[in-house]
């Protein structure tokens, strides 16, 4: 060992930091594992970068970083065959943390245009994340110039000593004396959950020594393979990727095995510069989680699992993958929350799932109509929250009707026109509703199920763009297509006694001649009226009093409202228990009885049978 030559301790422009360092510098401890293996790769980076430029010459040598525990001496090693430093640079880049190396070498070596540094890591403080771990230090380096091999040691209290060493080839290790407060990062189980969560994607080939020497069924020696995939699916052109690489790639990262509903693959570099892939999951029921998981990569390098902040708020659901190497490093919440980068990131993302669901629906038609169920819900919110994505998903919004079919808006509208132009009418209960929606098919008149809690807010929005188009519930309209040509008379009488079986002396009474005569009567409300009471019960106000005005139609052309006329011309008592039956079944028809209602019902119709 040489003589040393430099002793001192750690230069900072503020206050000694090292206590900080050791406690807060990072949330999670776990992260100076990254740090330390991402400034070996940008070392590997520099390298390859001065030989493309023709500044040095190692363009055929194959690069790697090794991570290995020597559980004897307490050491984590990182090692890298890339740039090494000079006895000066480990002065300028480590020994003063307020100075980065990355920084001074992008300024020097990379144009301003140019969008791939690859740079991932900064020299200085991101490096003394190994002491939230460490109370010894050492980096034995050797530059890729003649300058001789240096050692720097330094301790947990700032002093270092700085001697020239020898080392078999360029390159830095990273000598990390590991506390025995934290030793669990000398267990191998630990280093590779880290690697792979934080490095798995890395653009340098990472191997890991845990120090044991491991043996296949045959007492063969396994040949280390990396830990990481250096050219990760998202840098690919989507035309070289394949259904199955998209699968397996999800699969590999989200440990899902139900494959996703779609995939959109994102290469963008105007004016947004990022990558990725974003899966929409299957669902598999109500009780599934709708929290999806997004993580954010930084030139290939982990930042954050579950970053929420970078997706629009009604796609939450996604999972998927987003490298985004114009966000900072050590990205922060409260930066992504204010960052008008993120903004147009979220845009940008809403685009790219409005284009491939519209893409979906003119070319896979068939496939797009067996992933609806799934996404709907979730579409029809994007639609109510963001008019630019409503916009492009106008023409792609399928309605499916009470038959199975499933039809876009203007298909469904196109196929109305002669009979309810601008008009859809719905059901928001197939079963509830069966009455109506049988009148209104028997004419030619398709009715779409609109029944999740969504569907009201949706519809109204579409309502409200200006674009002339009405929807209304089977039940809250008589359409001109159910009613024959036939006049109406008025029955005053009729009237009287359905206002007296109701015990609602204000019931709005109206004659019509049905086309399906077998129907004696139809309750109604406004669609204003009904939609605000869905309201008031969706935001559990459904204990405000019912201001729903109720309509009676009468079908003139019935047997029974025949009959009940005659009675009733003939001062017949009956008059009053036929009327009754008739606007109970009404009732029934239209929604739900109460318990009064329903156990009134019963006995009276258990009377019947009786009879």
Not at 147 to 170: I, V
Not at 482 to 504: Q, R
Not at 542 to 563: C, G, H, T, Y
Request: aromatic share 10%; with cysteine.
């Amino acid at each position: 060992m040489s003589e040393i030559i430099k002793k001192g301790g750690i230069s900072v422009e503020t206050e000694h930091i090292f206590p900080i360092i050791k406690k807060w510098l990072y949330s999670e401890k776990e992260i100076f594992l990254r740090e330390i293996v991402s400034n070996a790769c940008d070392a590997i980076t520099k390298l390859r970068r001065l030989s493309s430029l023709g500044e040095a010459d190692f363009s055929g040598e194959t690069f790697r970083i090794d991570v290995k525990i020597d559980k004897e001496a307490k050491t984590l090693t990182v090692s890298d065959n890339g740039i090494g430093m000079t006895a000066e640079e480990l002065e300028k880049y480590i020994c003063s943390i307020a100075l980065s190396g990355a920084l001074d070498f992008i300024n020097k070596y990379e144009g301003e245009n140019d969008s791939g540094s690859g740079i991932i890591g900064h020299f200085g403080l991101g490096f003394y994340s190994s002491f939230m771990v460490s109370d010894k230090v050492e980096i034995l380096t050797k530059s890729y110039t003649d300058a001789p091999a240096m050692r720097w040691t330094c301790l947990e209290s700032g002093e270092y000593e700085m001697e020239e060493d020898e080392r078999d080839g360029r390159g830095t290790d990273v000598i990390m004396h590991i506390t025995d407060d934290e030793k669990e990062f000398l267990e191998a189980y630990k280093i590779r959950e880290v690697l792979e969560k934080y490095c798995s994607f890395m653009p340098v080939e990472i191997y890991f020594d845990d120090g044991e020497e491991h043996k296949d069924g045959d007492g063969n020696v396994i040949i280390p393979e990396p830990i990481n995939d250096t050219a990760p699916l998202w840098l690919r052109a989507p035309s070289e990727c394949t259904d199955e690489d998209y699968k397996a790639f999800y699969r590999k990262v989200f440990h899902d095995y139900k494959d996703p509903l779609f995939y959109i693959h994102i290469n963008a570099d105007y004016p947004l510069n990022f990558k990725g892939i974003l899966y929409f999951p299957k669902l598999t029921n109500e009780y599934s989680s709708l929290e999806g998981e997004v993580k954010l990569y930084y030139n290939q390098v982990f930042v954050a699992d579950n970053v929420k902040e970078v997706i629009p708020e009604y796609m939450l659901m996604l999972k998927g993958v987003l490298d985004c190497p114009e966000l900072p490093l050590n990205v922060s919440r409260s930066y992504l929350q204010n960052s008008g980068y993120v903004a147009k990131l979220q845009a940008h993302i809403s685009k790219k799932v409005a284009d491939k669901l519209a893409g979906m629906s003119t070319n896979d038609r068939e496939g797009y109509e067996k992933i609806w169920a799934d996404i709907r819900m979730f579409i029809e919110y994007g639609c109510i929250r963001d008019t630019k994505f409503r916009e492009r998903m106008k023409d792609s919004m399928l309605l499916c009707l009470t038959d199975g079919k499933c039809v876009t808006i203007p298909e469904y509208l196109e196929a109305a026109k002669e009979k309810h132009e601008n008009t859809v009418y719905y059901t928001t209960d197939k079963v509830a509703q069966a009455q109506y929606i049988s009148m209104y098919n028997a004419e030619g008149i398709d009715v779409c199920v609109l029944d999740t809690v969504i569907d009201s807010q949706y519809i109204t929005q579409l309502e409200a763009d200006g674009s002339g188009v009405k929807f209304l519930r089977v039940d809250t309209d008589v359409a001109s297509a159910i009613k024959s040509d036939e006049k109406a008379e008025e029955n005053e009488k009729i009237a009287d006694v359905f206002k007296k079986v109701s015990g609602n002396a204000s019931l709005e009474v109206k004659f019509e001649a049905l086309l399906d005569e077998s129907t004696p009567v139809l309750l109604n409300t406004s669609e204003e009226d009904r939609r605000f009471a869905d309201m008031m019960r969706m935001y559990g106000m459904s204990d405000m009093p019912n201001e729903q005005k109720l309509s009676l139609i009468v079908n003139v052309k019935n047997a029974l409202i025949k009959k009940l006329g005659e009675q009733l011309d003939a001062s017949d008592e009956s008059a009053d228990v036929l009327a009754k039956r008739i606007w109970k079944l009404a009732l029934l028809s239209f929604r739900r009885l109460d318990g009064d209602e329903l156990k009134d019902f019963l006995n009276e119709f258990y009377g019947v049978l009786g009879e």
